[in-house]
Every structure is written in structure tokens, then in C-alpha cells.
């Protein structure tokens, strides 16, 4: 048996909230619109990994979701016009990726990072 896909569900009462912040921040897709499910998705095939954490690194909180982009510069300019907090960073880690945290409209921390 091979693992395929992990999907991230986060819960919310109005699935459709986040559809600025996923779509016009990060240009995903939506890919599927159920009403009660709205699922995101880029044009790329990601490997599958899921991890597990005590800190985000950095003595940060872990962030419910990280998302690599490949231009981070352009990923910041964009939620700075958004009038999106940046809540870390941007900073150059140690372990090799530049990032910030944001959180959505709901409230779930995001780490947005791109590998140096």
C-alpha cells in the first residue's frame, strides 16, 4: 500500500470565508465545492508528508498549516496588501527556509516558507 495524498481539514461553520485569503493570496484553485467542503488546490504534485511538532521552530508556535511558495517576496507583498497581519518573521532559518506566519480568516496559523 502506497499513501497518495494527505488532506489538511480544518473545521469551520462557513467554508467559503477563506476563499479570498486560499485564492487571491496564495492562487490556489478551488477544486471542489460541496457548500458544506471547499477544497484548494495548486497545479503541482506535492509529495506526501505529515509532521508533528513540540515548537515551530525558532521558539515559535507550531502553525496548524505550511504552505512552500516559490516566491516568498511575492507571497508577503501580497498579504501586506491585504491588510493580513504578519504574526513572524519574515526570517532566514537555520535549517535552510525563509518564512512568516499569517493566520486566515479563521484564525489557523499559517507558515508560509520558501526553501533557500
Known sequence: MKVKRIVANIPTPEPAAVDAFY????????????????????????????????????????????????DLDEALQRVRKGGIRVEYGPANEPWGVRRFYVRDPLGTLVNILQHE
Open 23 to 70: 485564492r487571491d493570496i496564495l492562487d490556489l484553485e478551488l477544486a471542489m465545492d460541496h457548500g458544506w467542503l471547499r477544497t484548494y488546490a495548486g497545479p503541482g504534485k506535492m509529495t506526501v508528508q505529515v509532521s508533528f511538532a513540540s515548537q515551530g521552530g525558532s521558539d515559535t508556535p507550531v502553525p496548524d498549516l505550511s504552505i512552500e511558495v516559490d
